[in-house]
């Protein structure tokens, strides 16, 4: 990664720790992904060559930066949903700051609504925002997803009892391999290798 995007990301990594720590509001906060899982959630994508992402929480797009810049070798593409405007205002800041606008979708609305009407097919997919429907999330996803898939959910150690319907439903998933990694707040990483 270039030297130039690398210090674009450090400065929103700082920002967004100064805001949240001033933040009393919850729904304001940018809860941006720990730096570790976002390089780990990088490299994971750029190495195995997905093209198609969806993100569900954006904020104000620090994630979302990282996977653009993982699938911008191949020419891939990544949409990304968030409920509040002035999170995907900051994001579009952002992501054109880091010159890399073009390769992302964001979508503004009730992401379980919007899963439902987007046509994919996607190769990867990123829970990071309400883990509480991110099981309904995954029903509508699974006719949309390619053979060969990865899902990402963040917090997977963080929020146990939220995240328990989804890390269930990921384990009830036929075909797929599904483990936890102790990064940051805890990634659920699940693998589906598809036709040997």
């Known amino acids: 990664m ?20 001033r933040e009393s509001d919850h729904d304001r906060k940018m809860l941006s ?19 198609r992402l969806l993100e569900i929480g954006t904020s104000h797009g620090y994630s979302t930066i990282w996977l653009a810049w993982a699938v911008r070798r191949l ?27 073009d390769m992302v979708d964001l979508l503004h609305g009730d992401a379980t609504q919007l899963v439902a009407s987007l046509p994919g097919p996607f190769d990867c997919v990123f829970f990071d925002a309400d883990r509480l429907s991110a099981p309904s999330q995954l029903e509508l996803l699974l006719p949309k997803l390619t053979d060969e898939v990865f899902l990402f959910a963040d917090n997977a150690l963080s929020h146990p009892q939220e995240i328990a319907g989804y890390l269930a439903a990921v384990e009830a998933l036929p075909g797929f391999e599904h483990l936890i990694v102790p990064i940051g707040k805890g990634l659920s990483i699940a693998y589906r290798p598809g036709a040997e």
């Open 75 to 101: 020419g891939g593409h990544v949409t990304s949903i968030d409920r509040a405007a002035h999170k995907l205002a900051l994001a579009d800041d952002n992501l054109r700051r880091a010159g890399l606008r």
């Open 2 to 21: 270039e030297a130039s995007l690398r210090r674009i990301l450090s400065e929103l990594e700082e920002a967004a720790r100064d805001h949240d720590a």
């Open 33 to 51: 992904l720990e730096a570790p899982t976002a390089q780990i959630l990088s490299v994971m994508v750029r190495s195995s060559h997905r093209v």
